[in-house]
């Protein structure tokens, strides 16, 4: 962690919510709006998101899986992430939200107007702006965790039940 927490704080509610409360809120609203409010369908929306914590190397984006109505991608997905240029499993639209996730994050000045042609064969204007605010909330705070140090500390609510089942059989 290169920050330090209270040790009776989560580092998560606390930096995101206590350290600059007139930043780190806002921004965890916004976080969460990209959830909550996303039209995009679940597998685009978790490929771009998926590339994107590739990118950063956050560990906690990268273990986590979007659940729209009980409905997740397969365990394999991660990988087809990886291997977004061959692999068989996505179509168009997700081939080319892993694709624009990777250009955001890497090599923005190379997304010029054939970049976009092709991407408008696949999505509406306003699906191109909502991908571009998911990818920008992704990249800015999958960073900032990764950066920190948060990412390590964060677990997801399934591995901390699983922790403390296994804390319980020691």
């Known amino acids: 962690m290169m920050i330090d927490i209270p040790a009776d704080k989560d580092p998560i509610a606390y930096v995101w919510g206590e ?12 976080s969460l709006a990209v959830y909550s409010h996303s039209t995009l369908g679940l597998r685009e929306f978790e490929a771009a998101r998926l590339r994107i914590a590739q990118i950063n190397g956050c560990l906690f984006c990268l273990d986590w899986r979007t659940d729209r109505d009980g409905e997740k991608v397969e365990e394999s997905f991660a990988d087809a992430v990886t291997e977004w240029r061959t692999t068989e499993s996505f179509d168009d639209r997700t081939r080319l939200a892993a694709e624009y996730a990777e250009l955001y994050a890497l090599d923005h ?5 054939a970049f976009f042609d092709r991407m408008k064969q696949h999505y509406t204007h306003t699906e191109i702006v909502e991908l571009s605010m ?3 909330s992704w990249l800015a705070f999958g960073r900032l965790n990764r950066v920190l140090g948060l990412d390590a500390v964060c677990v997801l609510p399934s591995h901390a039940a699983q922790q403390s089942g296994d804390a319980a059989q020691s």
């Open 109 to 113: 000045h190379s997304l010029d107007e």
């Open 134 to 136: 998911c990818l920008g």
């Open 19 to 30: 350290m600059v409360p007139g930043i780190g809120i806002a921004a965890a609203n916004l």
